[in-house]
């Protein structure tokens, strides 16, 4: 029912920052919770950021909070993950998902993207 395509990954040199777009087609877009998780190569899957898509849940991975900020725009069907302040521990494929709640929880999503590499330099 939802179909979503991240992109705006690349390479970037530590102190940098980026910023990922997830695309969302196939419902209301507005009526689903959003969030972002990566996994870094030899690690599991870490959730990043989430929100509401009323914006009343705001949640973050304590490593990223005050760096990264997750937004949404409605009416083009988008998320975005503002990342600032990139390290080289941030290197990893980013992927969004949506679900019925905003939480840190993976496989409360439903729907999830293919993913976008991000490579932080040093």
């Known amino acids: 029912q939802v179909q979503l395509v991240e992109s705006g990954g690349g390479l970037v040199q530590a102190g940098g920052s980026l910023r990922l777009s997830c695309a969302a087609s196939g419902r209301t877009f507005s009526s689903v919770a959003m969030g972002w998780f990566r996994q870094a190569p030899g690690k599991e899957r870490e959730f990043v950021a989430a929100m509401g898509w009323s914006g009343g849940s705001m949640l973050y991975e304590d490593s990223v909070k005050g760096r990264f900020t997750i937004s949404r725009d409605n009416a083009k069907n988008t998320v975005y993950l503002q990342m600032n302040s990139l390290n080289t521990e941030d290197t990893a494929v980013y992927y969004c998902?949506?679900?019925?709640?905003?939480?840190?929880?993976?496989?409360?999503?439903?729907?999830w993207g293919q993913g976008t590499q991000v490579t932080v330099s040093s």
């Open positions: 998902a949506s679900g019925p709640r905003a939480t840190i929880i993976s496989t409360w999503y439903p729907y």
